[in-house]
């Protein structure tokens, strides 16, 4: 009974900028890395974003993305986000939320997957 919805998507000119969220429900114990990856029609899913747990928030950008997007998460909320700005054509995609979590302290983490939001960049 693990939820990850994604909001935040939608139609933007190039070089404008989207802040996509996801928020995790359900019942949970823990929270591992969490990140963002899309698929645009005709090709494979890549990897967009990740940030691990833990004070030192390290994170990992797609060489792509790199210096136009900001992954960052809220514990409290169990919400992570993705800061897109400077959008190009290139990024429209169904872009995809990640997470790893345990459902109980002492049973195995597992990857969950939100059902996916739509980011459009177009003129």
């Known amino acids: 009974q693990v939820q990850l919805v994604e909001s935040g998507g939608g139609l933007v000119q190039p070089g404008g900028s989207l802040r996509l969220s996801c928020a995790v429900s359900g019942s949970i114990a823990s929270i591992g890395a969490m990140g963002w990856y899309r698929q645009a029609p005709g090709k494979q899913r890549e990897m967009v974003a990740t940030?691990?747990?833990?004070?030192?928030?390290?994170?990992n950008y797609a060489d792509s993305v790199k210096g136009r997007f900001t992954i960052s998460r809220d514990s409290a909320k169990n919400t992570v986000y993705l800061q897109m700005n400077s959008l190009k054509p290139e990024d429209t995609a169904v872009y995809y939320c990640?997470?790893?979590?345990?459902?109980?302290?002492?049973?195995?983490?597992?990857?969950?997957w939100g059902q996916g939001t739509q980011v459009t960049v177009s003129s």
């Open positions: 940030i691990v747990s833990g004070g030192t928030g390290t994170t």
């Open positions: 990640n997470a790893n979590i345990k459902r109980r302290l002492n049973w195995p983490s597992r990857d969950y």
